[in-house]
Nanobody, 122 residues
Framework: QLQFVESGGGLVQAGGSLRLSCVAS????????VGWLRQAPGKDREGVGC????????HYSGFAKGRFTISRDNVKNTVYLQMNNLKPDDTAVYHC???????????????WGQGTQVTVSS
């Protein structure tokens, strides 16, 4: 069974940066790619973005464009989420998992790892 493990979260001041890592236990070839989502206390889960399996295309939600970058190293079977100019509103648990694409990209339900906590202080 395909599983994902996230790491790299922590406490950072507003304006700072973090890079999260996501390691997949197996091949994601059955899916379009790997994506990130986040969930903050009391808020709905929201997608961050998605990267294709070969890394040639990325998609982002509006809030992530210009500040967040998804990349991958297929030799290490790892996907990264680089987050710059972080804001207190970015505080959330960040999860990675599989994503698919039809009309637009979407996250595959129940494929997510345990997540890593990101806390941004003001």
């Amino acid at each position: 069974q395909l599983q994902f493990v996230e790491s790299g979260g922590g406490l950072v001041q507003a304006g700072g940066s973090l890079r999260l890592s996501c390691v997949a236990s197996g091949s994601t070839s059955d899916f379009y790619g790997v994506g990130w989502l986040r969930q903050a206390p009391g808020k709905d889960r929201e997608g961050v973005g998605c990267i294709t399996n070969n890394g040639d295309t990325t998609h982002y939600s509006g809030f992530a464009k210009g500040r967040f970058t998804i990349s991958r190293d297929n030799v290490k079977n790892t996907v990264y989420l680089q987050m710059n100019n972080l804001k207190p509103d970015d505080t959330a648990v960040y999860h990675c998992g599989a994503c698919n694409f039809t009309v637009s990209w979407y996250l595959v339900a129940d494929s997510w790892g345990q997540g890593t906590q990101v806390t941004v202080s003001s």
